[in-house]
């Protein structure tokens, strides 16, 4: 493990080059481990490890449309698939990859399963974190771990795939074996991350609820949908809309910011782009900061965790976010940019 300066402050890291996979094996070599969901995170991390040789078995309801995606990416069951407890019985790591409230309804029948020296896996700090609302407290005689990876499921098959990898974070929150922190650290290597950071359960989920309700998710829609309102106002296309708010910063100027950062972005454009952003970016920050500092108190003392869990257990909970979705989908703005993406060169060559 190194400890590596970020912009000043030094930061605990484990690469691949330190920990080869070939370790990861070596470490892993007797463990079943079980991935309990097959819905966001569970495909992506169940594959990668699959293909990185580790004996790995995936627990998902029956009847299901995750049950059915795992039959189409050769889960076989009875040997390698079986239902959530079934499967949870097996296993000597279980990764815990339910949805928030579907690991709150399904502990009680989870825990009992959780014998001696068994570790228990997260990918969200959040069952943890919110025990009193959740339910979820661990018996003390296992090994309770996080590997985080920074990224949607789709993102961590996908990077896997292309050879690169996602950045995680990890997490120790028993370690009854001792044993616990290299576990975590072979397992994250072997779902196929980049590089490992550590953190604890709670910042953890402090951070990642903020950043999905706000600059990675929440903050970036409402701004989207803000400017291209306003151009719509003022008698701008839709298309010439969509291409100022969405279609240039997606498919250009963030792939530069990726690519070294904010100020080459602002380096390699205009002029007159660079003295706009640098006289506006601090009037946005400061609009916007008591925002963030109200969203962050929210996280912290549990206001988003109960919502989350009240409106993620209603029985009616998936047709209503798929209406919420589908309002989202169906306004002028994103149906404007599906006619983009469309028109979108590399669409006509699959055409020709």
């Known amino acids: 493990m190194a400890l590596i300066n970020f912009g000043g402050t030094e930061e605990k890291v ?8 070939s370790k990861a094996q070596e470490v892993l070599r007797k463990e079943t481990v079980v991935v309990l969901g097959y819905g966001v ?7 990668n490890m699959r293909d990185n040789g580790i004996r790995v078995i995936v627990g998902q309801r029956r009847d299901t449309p995750s049950w059915d995606r795992a039959l189409k990416d050769g889960w076989v069951p009875g040997l390698t698939l079986f239902p959530l407890e079934e499967a949870a019985a097996k296993g000597t790591v279980i990764e815990y990859l339910l949805s928030d409230a579907g690991q709150k309804a399904f502990w009680p029948t989870l825990k009992p399963l959780l014998t001696e020296g068994k570790t228990l896996f997260f990918s969200h700090g959040f069952a ?3 025990g009193d609302l959740t339910g ?3 018996p003390k005689n296992i090994d309770v771990v996080m590997v985080a990876p920074k990224g949607s499921g789709l993102s961590v098959r996908r990077n896997f795939l292309e050879g690169s990898g996602i950045n995680s974070s990890f997490a120790i929150f028993q370690n009854y074996t001792g044993k616990a922190e290299e576990k975590t650290v072979a397992l994250g290597v072997a779902m196929g991350s980049g590089y ?3 953190t604890t359960f709670k910042k953890e989920v402090f951070s990642d609820l903020t950043g999905e309700r706000g600059v990675l998710m929440g903050a970036i829609a409402g701004i989207m949908e803000a400017q291209y309102d306003e151009l719509r106002k003022r008698g701008h296309s839709p298309s010439e809309a969509f291409n100022e708010t969405v279609e240039e910063f997606t498919q250009s100027l963030i792939k530069l910011a990726a690519e070294k950062g904010m100020d080459w972005l602002y380096a390699n454009t205009s002029t007159t782009a660079q003295r706009g952003a640098l006289d506006w970016k601090g009037k946005f920050r400061d609009a916007v900061a ?18 989350v869990l009240e409106k993620n257990s209603q029985p009616d909970y998936r047709e209503k976010l798929n209406a ?8 002028e703005m994103w149906r ?15 055409k020709a």
């Open 336 to 350: 404007a940019g599906a006619k983009v993406r469309e028109l979108r060169p590399e669409n006509w060559k699959k």
């Open 128 to 130: 943890i974190t919110y």
């Open 324 to 331: 919420e979705l589908a309002e989202m989908g169906n306004s």
């Open 196 to 198: 490992l950071f550590e």
């Open 290 to 307: 008591p925002l963030f500092s109200d969203l962050y108190e929210r996280v912290a003392d549990g206001t988003e965790a109960r919502i």
């Open 41 to 47: 995170q569970g495909p992506g991390q169940s594959l």
């Open 14 to 21: 484990i690469t691949r080059e330190e920990f080869p996979l």
């Open 136 to 138: 979820v407290i661990p």
